[in-house]
C-alpha cells in the first residue's frame, strides 16, 4: 500500500452545465480526462489522499473580493459559485487540520477577474482564489498570504485585487505579455503606493522549458517567499505553459510541473487554464497531486514526451537569468520605493481602459488611493462600461485604519446622483457591503 508523505486533498468539479461555447478550450472535459486519470491510476487509492465535495460560495463570500456591477447573480452563474466553493472548500479543510495540503480541481478559472466586475474577462468571471483567501482571512485570522500564479497567462485580475495590499505577496510566474494575452505582467508592475514590491512578475519569453521554470522558482520565487514568511502559501495552478498547449507557446512538461510543486510547497492549489485537454492535463494534475502528496512522481509521463525536442536554446536562459537579476533588485529596494510614495501626495490616481474580452464590454476607470502609512489605504473607483453603468466602488481594506476608513464612508456618502446610477461600499473590516441605486 502506498502512503502519502501529506495529507492531501482533491475537489472536483467539472462544471457540466457551463461553458462559453461547444467548441470553446475552455470547457468541462478540461477535468474529465484528468478524473478518468486519477481513477484508474489509483490515485484515490493512496492511503492519506482524500476526495472533497465542492460546496456553494455565498454572495457575501463573492463581495468580500469583488464589487460587481450591478450585482453579484448579474455577472455569475451557480458554477461560477461552486468553482470558488471548491476553493473554499479545500482551504477550510487544511485551515481545519483535516488536510495538510489540498488541490482544487475546478472550473470556471478566475485569475483574469479584477476587483471591479461587470462581465467575463479572460473566460473569468469571479476570482475563485481571492473569493477563498479572503474567507479564510475572515474566518481564521489568518493575515499574511502569499500567492504564486504559475498559468501561462499574467494574473491580471489577481493583481489588481491585490495591488494595493501589502500582506499579500502576488508573484506571477508568465509568457511574456508582448506575446501573450493580457499584455501585462512587466517586472516594473510591482504594487501600489502602499503596496510597493509585493507585487512580482516574472515575464519568461515563448519556448522556455522546464530548466527556465526550475531556475525562476529557485533563484526568485523561493528566496522571495523566505523573506515575506508568508502564513499561507496559494499555486495558482494553471497549467497552459505545457508544450501541447494549443493557445501558448511554452515547453514545459509534466515532470516539470511535479518538481515546481515539490519545490513551492504550497498549502493550496487551484487550477486555472490548461487547454491541452488529453495531451497534458491528466499528466500533468497527477504530477501535482503526487507530488503535494509527496509520493514518488517519477514515473508520471506524457506519451509523445522527449525532453530534448522542447529543450529551451541558450538565448532563453540568458534572457530569464537577466529577468532574475532585475526581480531580485526590485525586491530588494521595495522600501526605499514605499517611502518615495509617503513623502509624496495624500493620494495617489491611476487611469485604465479595461477590456472584457470573453463579453465585449469595455470598462473606463479613475482610481485613487490613499497613501496611508498605517493600513493598505482606502480606494476610490469610478467606473463606467459601455454597457451604461457608471458606478462609484469604495473599498476599506483588512484592518484599515481609522482615517481610510473615514475618508471611504465620506466617499461613499458624498457620492453624486448626477454622476453615478450606483455606489457600492465594500468595508472588510466590519465585513459589510453596502450598495446603494439612484
Request: aromatic residues 10%.
Amino acid at each position: 500500500m502506498i502512503k502519502a508523505k501529506h495529507q492531501t486533498g482533491l475537489v472536483f468539479f467539472p462544471a457540466f452545465d457551463w461553458a462559453i461555447s461547444p467548441n470553446h478550450p475552455e470547457r468541462e472535459e478540461r477535468l474529465l480526462y484528468t478524473q478518468d486519470q486519477v481513477f484508474e491510476e489509483g490515485i484515490l487509492d493512496i492511503e492519506g489522499i482524500h476526495e472533497f465535495k465542492p460546496d456553494m460560495v455565498t454572495v457575501k463570500d463573492v463581495q468580500r473580493a469583488h464589487i460587481c456591477a450591478p450585482d453579484v447573480w448579474s455577472v455569475t452563474t451557480e458554477s461560477h459559485l461552486i468553482s470558488a466553493g471548491g476553493a473554499k472548500t479545500i482551504g477550510m479543510a487544511v485551515m481545519d487540520k483535516k488536510i495538510e495540503k489540498g488541490f482544487a480541481l475546478v472550473r470556471p478559472p478566475g485569475h483574469h477577474a479584477m476587483r471591479m466586475v461587470h462581465g467575463a474577462r479572460g473566460f473569468c468571471n469571479i476570482n475563485i482564489e481571492a473569493v477563498m483567501i479572503e474567507y479564510l482571512r475572515q474566518a481564521y485570522g489568518i493575515r499574511r498570504v502569499a500567492i504564486v500564479d504559475t498559468d501561462c497567462h499574467h494574473g491580471d485580475g489577481t493583481q489588481d485585487i491585490y495591488w494595493n495590499d501589502p500582506d499579500t505577496l502576488f508573484i506571477s510566474i508568465h509568457q511574456d505579455g508582448r506575446t501573450l494575452y493580457p499584455g501585462s505582467g512587466f517586472p516594473n508592475e510591482q504594487g501600489g503606493p502602499n503596496a510597493c514590491g509585493m507585487t512580482v512578475n516574472i515575464p519568461l519569453p515563448p519556448l522556455t522549458s522546464e530548466e527556465g521554470f526550475l531556475y525562476s522558482i529557485e533563484n526568485m520565487v523561493l528566496p522571495i517567499l523566505e523573506d515575506f514568511k508568508p502564513e499561507l502559501i496559494v499555486n495558482s495552478a494553471g497549467q497552459d505553459n505545457h508544450y501541447a498547449d494549443p493557445i501558448t507557446n511554452m515547453n514545459f512538461s509534466a515532470q516539470g510541473y511535479a518538481k515546481l510543486t515539490s519545490m513551492l510547497k504550497p498549502d493550496i492549489a487551484v487550477l486555472e487554464g490548461g487547454y491541452s485537454i488529453e495531451g497534458a492535463l491528466p499528466y500533468v494534475n497527477a504530477g501535482i497531486i503526487l507530488a503535494m502528496a509527496g509520493v514518488d512522481y517519477s514515473h508520471v509521463r506524457e506519451p509523445d514526451y522527449n525532453p530534448d525536442k522542447i529543450r529551451q536554446s541558450a538565448n532563453v536562459t540568458r534572457h530569464i537569468e537577466k529577468i532574475g537579476q532585475v526581480v531580485r533588485e526590485q525586491w530588494k529596494n521595495k522600501n526605499k520605493l514605499r517611502q518615495e510614495f509617503l513623502n509624496g501626495k495624500p493620494f495617489f490616481d491611476r487611469n485604465r481602459s479595461i477590456f472584457y474580452d470573453t463579453d465585449g464590454i469595455i470598462e473606463t476607470q479613475h482610481e485613487k488611493v490613499a497613501i496611508c502609512e498605517q493600513c493598505a489605504g482606502a480606494v476610490r473607483i469610478e467606473s463606467s462600461s459601455d454597457k451604461g453603468l457608471n458606478v462609484l466602488a469604495v473599498h476599506i481594506p483588512s484592518h484599515g485604519c481609522d482615517h481610510c476608513k473615514k475618508t471611504a464612508y465620506e466617499w461613499y456618502e458624498k457620492a453624486d446622483k448626477n454622476q453615478f446610477s450606483m455606489a457600492f461600499l465594500q468595508d472588510r473590516p466590519e465585513d459589510t457591503y453596502l450598495t446603494k441605486t439612484f
